[in-house]
């Protein structure tokens, strides 16, 4: 049984609900913990904006009292070759923080626009695949965000732009951030998983729901895990029994 969802949106960004929706159907569902990990503040079109975190943070509180259901007010930052589009005093403001590369989001850099904006939209639209060099700007982009954010989840790996996902992994394992398996999407091939498996990184199941009633929808995840022994639950940190010792969360007010 899985006993939280990090990895919910509300309409502060992409999603249809608010805090209190997301926190209502996580109680009927039973879950003890949700996050609200609205896009990151250089997302094109649905970034969330500083002004609003003080918003976010008192729904936040009053969704966790009145649903019993714990609210963590996160953020899912967006990875570019600078790290990410968090900065050093932002990490305070959030009680865990999740970070992925998003198609839409500003670049970090001018040559970001090049390596990644337009090799991932001539994906999306012609199917055209980016190249080797533009998978390895990626893979440095990640380490980097991995390295110099506080994240606790790497979100929907390769999606979007394929890493090398043994560097990432070791990345993930030695900072102690968990790698996702995405409700929306898992970009993964079977080696690739068994490459992650072997690094020793711990995994989580979130539902990535943009809708109030995807909020505790760890079907996609639960599916891709059940080819393997139960064991494998043991490395999942919102798993009934796991310890939940991200890297962020909780050191907020430390
Ligand atoms: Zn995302
Ligand atoms: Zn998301």
Redesign the pocket.
């Known amino acids: 049984m899985f006993l939280a969802d990090y990895?919910t949106?509300t309409r502060y960004s992409h999603g249809i609900g608010s805090v209190m929706d997301n926190a209502m159907v996580a109680k009927e569902k039973n879950l003890r913990e949700i996050a609200v990990?609205d896009h990151g503040f250089s997302h094109i079109t649905y970034g969330i904006r500083r002004k609003d975190l003080a918003n976010l943070r008192r729904d936040c509180i009053e969704a966790s009292e009145v649903s019993g259901v714990k609210v963590l007010m996160g953020i899912?930052a967006n990875i570019n070759s600078l790290g990410t589009d968090l900065k050093p005093d932002d990490f305070r403001a959030f009680d865990i923080i999740l970070a992925g590369y998003h198609k839409f989001a500003m670049p970090g850099r001018f040559s970001d626009f090049f390596n990644f904006t337009i090799p991932s939209a001539l994906d999306t639209i012609l199917k055209v695949k980016p190249s080797d060099r533009v998978d390895k700007l990626m893979t440095r982009a990640v380490v980097k965000a991995i390295t110099t954010t506080p994240i606790d989840i790497l979100?929907h790996i390769s999606y979007g732009i394929h890493v090398d996902v043994g560097e990432v992994a070791k990345a993930c394992r030695d900072y102690g951030t968990c790698i996702e398996l995405n409700g929306k999407r898992i970009c993964l091939n079977r080696d690739e998983f068994e490459t992650i498996l072997s690094s020793g990184v711990r995994l989580v199941v979130n539902s990535?729901a943009h809708s109030p009633d995807k909020v505790g929808d760890f079907s996609r995840g639960e599916e891709y895990l059940s080819q393997y022994s139960s064991e494998i639950m043991e490395r999942v940190v919102n798993y009934e029994g796991v310890a939940t010792d991200l890297r962020w969360y909780g050191r907020r007010d430390i």
Do not use: A, F, M, P
Request: hydrophobic share 0%.
């Open positions: 990895h949106h990990t899912e979100t990535d």
